[in-house]
């Protein structure tokens, strides 16, 4: 199966538009951005951000960055869990949008150890992997810890087959009604 020449065209326009609109984010964000990466400067020693190696865009391997928010050994002070918790972390993940390797709203970008999660994608649906991974997505939203490795292949799959401006509509909607109220108010 591949895109169909609608789902196609969106992809482009999508990849475009999440472009701009990164390019604006990190305009507005950088007093942010700056703040975030001078005081993980000094709470990590120096070593102010974690890169970790992802499948992309038709299984493409990239370097997902994020700013450092747990050491070595899994601690993280309470300046680390403080930018977990509010997604401060994820701030330098614009950058991969804006070099095309993710966008807003798609599948998790996978961590190339997640092997039991790429083998369940590859086993539902191959074509997990003909859209570019997102920051947030449909399986994020219909997150559940108790959630099998086959539930969350099962819904990249689904967001994959139903691919539209619609669905990345309810999606981002999803996101902003139980993501960020959950971040504000974690304790």
Known sequence: MNLSSGKKCYFVIK???AFFVAI???ALLSPIIIIVFIINLFDTKCRPFYRQKRYGYN???FYIYKFR???NNGHSSKWGRFIRYTSLDELPQLINILMFRMTFIGPRPLS???TEIDEARNNTNPNCYLVRPGLTGYAQVHFDSKSSIKQKADNDAFYVRNYSPLLDLKILILTILHVV?????RK
């Not at 109220?181 to 108010?185: A, G, L, V, Y």
């Open 112 to 114: 190339i150890l997640e």
């Open 69 to 71: 928010s747990i050491d």
């Open 15 to 17: 990849s475009v538009l």
């Open 181 to 185: 109220p959950i971040t504000i108010h």
């Open 59 to 61: 299984r493409k391997i």
């Open 24 to 26: 604006i984010l990190l």
